[in-house]
């Protein structure tokens, strides 16, 4: 009897299921999921074969998600993928909620011990974009606002962000930004190498003088990049007992080392 039940809720289930379906849903979905997994993009003649589907319709499906943000067109190459547009909506959703949770106390410490504001950032493009920020409670400071975007190039969170990325892909994308100069780069191909071998890195502040960009990798449970955590260091001029820009470094390193385990770092087998 319950054998019975179970299959004719299942055939419900399927019933309901057709009856409710959306094919133009469907097809905006199966492009997201896609996408999801292409590194380099994809044309769209590459998608409509992926998905078996003609390409008028496909092309429709893309100006759609096109205009709504959800995917970008690199002229240049004629290949669509997605942009953050469904990240920075899932900062409304548990798992990122989790992830700014997790952080906020450790980073309110960190500031503290610091005497220097803290941000984390996600990679978004060719940029960076800050998703948590605190202050220390301290006076004379220098602070990225949140929901800040930054082209990557030009910060030490965007070494940390994308130091995982191929050199190729993360020339090109450093490329896209209209103020890239090839000073700029190596200074960032700087900052990458020392993420490389030591886990963090230090750089002068390519927008703002007198700053030094302190940053740390957050690493996820698969291993990948997940965020980034830096500090804006500033040198006061009068005496304190605050940490000098090496101390910085290795507080800053145990606080991402704390956040990544607590997001389950190394957990994956």
């Not at 960076?128 to 004379?140: H, K, R, S, T, W």
């Amino acid at each position: 009897m319950a054998g019975k039940l179970a299959e004719t809720k299942d055939t419900s289930d399927v019933e309901t299921n057709l009856k409710y379906s959306a094919p133009a849903l469907s097809k905006g979905l199966d492009i997201l999921e896609l996408l999801a997994e292409q590194s380099q993009g994809l044309k769209k003649t590459e998608i409509a074969q992926a998905l078996n589907r003609s390409v008028s319709e496909i092309y429709r499906m893309l100006a759609v998600l096109q205009s709504r943000g959800y995917v970008i067109l690199d002229t240049a190459s004629e290949r669509y993928s997605l942009t953050m547009r469904m990240f920075e909506l899932s900062h409304r959703f548990p798992p990122t909620k989790r992830l700014t949770a997790v952080a906020g106390e450790i980073m309110a410490e960190t500031a503290i011990r610091l005497n220097q504001s803290v941000h984390m950032a996600i990679l978004n493009g060719n940029e960076i974009l800050v998703i948590a920020q605190v202050d220390p409670p301290g006076n004379n400071i220098t602070s990225v606002r949140l929901g800040a975007r930054v082209p990557m190039v030009f910060t030490s969170s965007g070494a940390c962000l994308s130091f995982q990325i191929p050199p190729e892909k993360r020339a090109a994308m450093c490329e896209k930004n209209p103020n890239f100069s090839p000073k700029a780069f190596e200074m960032f191909e700087n900052a990458v190498q020392q993420v490389e071998k030591t886990g963090v890195c230090e750089s002068p502040s390519a927008i703002v003088q007198g700053v030094h960009n302190v940053a740390v990798p957050i690493i996820g449970y698969g291993g990948e990049v997940a965020a980034s955590l830096t500090v804006p260091f500033v040198k006061r001029l009068i005496k304190t007992s605050d940490p000098n820009i090496k101390e910085c470094k290795e507080i800053l390193l145990e606080a991402g080392q704390q956040i990544s385990k607590k997001i389950g770092a190394g957990a994956a087998v």
